[in-house]
């Protein structure tokens, strides 16, 4: 049964989303505030949680807090934000902050148990797709599909499943273009309303890992008007 890390002040909205979730046959924990969840995250319930739904309007420490400190301490636990609105500003910052998807608020059970499994089969280890062999080394930069691991000059770059998705998807294919649309539907497997915004901070973060200059990348490339490629390196 995966576990869920249910992060919400509103007492209402809070229950109500639990019992969507329980109903769907996932575990689910609670906190009220960000710093409630990250003492959770750290082991103090001795759960371990597969997934967190982040509310980005927290009392005292906010959720883009909240979620860069999540990062700061795993690559690879799924983050989904909750906003109140379909603000521009909050919605970048969110995935800025190491976000993988989002959804607004007032969120039907649907659609947030559908972006729930979703980053779930994101965040499995199985994907092994694009060349037979399983480690490539891409002028300097080595990426290991058996494994999962990525390493840039012999160092190791840990990715969130996400981002590492991305960049298997692209480097399976080096050269070709891909637009947002078909990296929505093949990494985020977006086939409803799909948001490019959630391509663009996923490739932002990725260059910024794994690019020795990021504001000129030589390997995640931006085919203006198009989309993105891996390289000509």
């Not at 927290?58 to 690879?76: K, N, Q, Y």
């Not at 998705?165 to 990296?183: C, D, K, N």
């Not at 977006?190 to 973060?205: I, K, N, P, Q």
Request: aromatic share 4%; glycine share 10%; charged share 25%.
């Amino acid at each position: 049964m995966p576990h869920v890390l249910l992060i919400e002040d509103d007492t209402s909205v809070r229950d109500g989303m639990e019992l969507v979730l329980r109903r769907h046959g996932y575990g689910v924990e609670t906190a009220a505030t960000g710093e409630e969840a990250l003492a959770l995250l750290a082991g103090e319930r001795g759960v371990r949680v597969e997934l967190a739904v982040l509310d980005l309007m927290l009392p005292g420490m906010d959720g883009f807090e909240v979620c860069r400190r999540i990062r700061a301490r795993t690559a690879t636990l799924p983050v989904i934000m909750l906003t109140a609105r379909g603000d521009d500003q909050d919605i970048v910052a969110g995935l800025e902050a190491g976000a993988d998807d989002y959804v607004v608020k007032p969120v039907t059970a649907p659609v947030l148990e559908a972006r729930i499994r979703a980053s779930l089969r994101r965040a499995e280890p199985s994907l092994r797709q694009g060349p037979d062999a399983d480690v490539t080394d891409l002028a300097g930069l080595v990426i290991d599909r058996a494994g999962l691991t990525v390493t840039r000059n012999g160092t190791p770059v840990p990715l969130p499943p996400t981002e590492l998705r991305v960049l298997l998807e692209l480097s399976a294919s080096p050269g070709r273009v891909f637009t947002r649309e078909q990296l929505l539907a093949s990494v985020w497997d977006h086939t409803f309303l799909g948001d490019s915004r959630l391509v663009d901070a996923a490739v932002g973060r990725l260059r910024a890992k794994i690019e020795e200059v990021p504001g000129r990348p030589r390997y995640v490339q931006t085919v203006r008007g198009f989309g993105y490629r891996f390289g000509p390196l």
